[in-house]
C-alpha cells in the first residue's frame, strides 16, 4: 500500500524513478535534516511549549508557607516592641470607665481595680503611686534585663532536692536554693488617642514587664515563653497620680501565682533602690543592677539571692 502512495507522487511530480526524484529534492532533503537536527526535541502537549516559544517563562510553583524565608514572629519582641494596640496589651478603657472613675477618690480607685480582677485566680494587680512608679520606670530604662531569684524551701526527706509547691513557699520554711527568673522590660506608646505634644502629662507610654524561666530562655533566646506578664497602665497618672498594674501568670509553666507575687514585690524592691531602705542594701541592689547591665563578671548569683531573701 505505501509503494503505491510512493508511485503515485513520484509520476505526479513529472519523474519517472524514485531515483529521478530524489536527485531532484537533494537539496531540500539535505536543508530539511540540517532544520531538523537543530530543532529541539517535541514536548507533548501542554508541557513546556509555552517555555518553548513564550518570551514569558511561566511562574515556579509557589513555596509552601512553612519553607518561607522570612523569620518566624517572635513572641516576646511582640510584646516588647509593638504599639498599645497590639495583641496581648490592652488599654485602660478595657477594664474601666475611665470618665466614671475620672471623680472617684484614691481610694475607690484602688478598691474598684482590684475588684476587677479578683474573680481570676491566676491575675495579678496592684496599685502604684506614680512617684514610685517613675523611680521604677528610671530605673528599667537603663536595666531593661535582669534576673531574678525565686527562693524554694528544700524538701522535707534531706534529699536537698528543691520543694515544688503550687501553693508557692511558706514564711516558716527554709529557703536555701532558688530559682533564677529571666526579666524584660518593654515600652510602648499609650494607650488609646494620644495626647496633643502641647499638652504636658504623665501618660507618655504603656510599660510591660516579661518573666522567664532563666534555664528556658538560655536555651530558646527570645523564643522561650513567658510565664508572667504585668502591664503597667498610666491613664489615671495625671488625674489621681496613680499607676495601675495588671498581669497574669500562664498555668502549666512552672511558677505559682503566689511566687509570681513574690517575683512583682522582688522586682519593685529591686528597681526602687532609691525609695527601699538606704545604706549598704541599696547600694548592693544599685551595684547588681549595673554589673549584670555591663556585663561585669563581678555579678554573683549568690550575692543576687542573698539580698532578695534580705528583703523579703
Given amino acids: 500500500m505505501q509503494v503505491g502512495l510512493i508511485t503515485v507522487f513520484v509520476f505526479s511530480e513529472g519523474h519517472d524513478s524514485i531515483s529521478s526524484l530524489t536527485e531532484a529534492y537533494r537539496d531540500k532533503i539535505k536543508d530539511h535534516k540540517r532544520a531538523a537536527n537543530a530543532a529541539p526535541p517535541s514536548t507533548p502537549t501542554g508541557q513546556g511549549q509555552q517555555t518553548q516559544h513564550s518570551p514569558f517563562q511561566s511562574p515556579p510553583p509557589p513555596v509552601p508557607t512553612q519553607q518561607s524565608t522570612s523569620p518566624p514572629p517572635n513572641p516576646q519582641a511582640k510584646s516588647a516592641n509593638q504599639a498599645s494596640g497590639a495583641p496581648g496589651i490592652k488599654p485602660l478603657s478595657s477594664y474601666l470607665d475611665l470618665e466614671k472613675v475620672s471623680s472617684l477618690p484614691k481610694k475607690e480607685v484602688e478598691y474598684i481595680w482590684r475588684l476587677r480582677h479578683a474573680n481570676d485566680p491566676l491575675s495579678l494587680c496592684a496599685v502604684i503611686p506614680l512617684e514610685t512608679y517613675n523611680r521604677i520606670y528610671r530605673t528599667a530604662r537603663r536595666h531593661p534585663q535582669f534576673v531574678l531569684p525565686l527562693p524554694r524551701p528544700v524538701a522535707e526527706d534531706g534529699s536537698g532536692d528543691l520543694k515544688q509547691s503550687t501553693e508557692g513557699f511558706e514564711g516558716s520554711e527554709q529557703r536555701s536554693a532558688a530559682d533564677i527568673h529571666f526579666l ?129
Avoid at 236 to 264: C, P, Q, T, Y
Fill in 184 to 312: 524584660q522590660w518593654g515600652f510602648h506608646p499609650p494607650a488609646g488617642i494620644p495626647p496633643s505634644p502641647e499638652v504636658k502629662t504623665a501618660n507618655t507610654h504603656t510599660s510591660t514587664v516579661l518573666f522567664t524561666h532563666l534555664a528556658a530562655f538560655k536555651l530558646h533566646g527570645t523564643y522561650a515563653q513567658p510565664h508572667t506578664t504585668i502591664t503597667h497602665h498610666l491613664g489615671l497618672a495625671d488625674s489621681h497620680g496613680l499607676v495601675l498594674l495588671n498581669g497574669s501568670v500562664v498555668k502549666g509553666r512552672g511558677v505559682s501565682v503566689e511566687e509570681g507575687r513574690w517575683l512583682l514585690m522582688c522586682l519593685q524592691k529591686f528597681y526602687d533602690y532609691e525609695g527601699h531602705g538606704g545604706g549598704i542594701g541599696r547600694e548592693k541592689r544599685q551595684g547588681l543592677l549595673e554589673k549584670f547591665s555591663n556585663g561585669d563578671q563581678g555579678f554573683s548569683l549568690e550575692d543576687l539571692v542573698d539580698e532578695a531573701e534580705r528583703i523579703s
